[in-house]
């Protein structure tokens, strides 16, 4: 399993690895450590989060975004130079492979653990259905603490 998250401390981006063992989550940049809850993790499931230590963590389709959108754009910019050149076909082939590619890449990836309130991403953590799907309110909720923190 591994967890993606920003630095509490100097913001630096990092991956780590971590299994039921793990105590804390050192910054290779800055030193700073998190200590990680007692029992957030289960065998290969995750609890809470590591980092922040919320309980509030949601499941989602673990998709490149980047990538979305690069393909999309593949397909927009290749179908219409194709129809610029009044290639009919190729115009359907931009449009429509591109399109496939997205679906085919949307039921290829895995899932992902995601964290409401520091939005830490667990990949590799079992069982993650049992936590299900992105909810709006928890969402706000957490986006307004946030708000409010700052302020
Ligand atoms: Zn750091
Ligand atoms: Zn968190």
Redesign the pocket.
């Given at each position: 399993m591994n967890v993606t998250y920003a630095?509490?401390?100097?913001?630096?981006p990092?991956r780590q690895n971590f299994d039921e063992s793990t105590t804390e989550l050192t910054?290779?940049?800055?030193?700073?450590r998190v200590e990680t809850p007692p029992g957030a993790v289960e065998g290969n499931q995750v609890r809470r989060c590591l980092v922040c230590p919320s309980t509030d963590l949601y499941v989602r389709k673990d998709f490149p975004q980047r990538l979305g959108v690069a393909l999309v754009a593949v397909g927009i910019i290749g179908s219409s130079v194709a129809w610029f050149y009044g290639s009919l076909l190729w115009t359907w082939v931009f449009l429509f492979g591109t399109a496939l590619a997205d679906v085919v890449l949307y039921l290829l990836v895995g899932e992902a653990l995601m964290c409401y309130r520091c939005g830490a991403i667990y990949r590799g953590v079992a069982e993650m259905d049992s936590h299900g799907g992105f909810d709006l309110e928890t969402h706000e909720r957490y986006r307004q603490m946030a708000a409010r923190m700052k302020s």
């Open positions: 630095c509490p401390q100097c913001d630096a990092l910054c290779p940049a800055c030193s700073q």
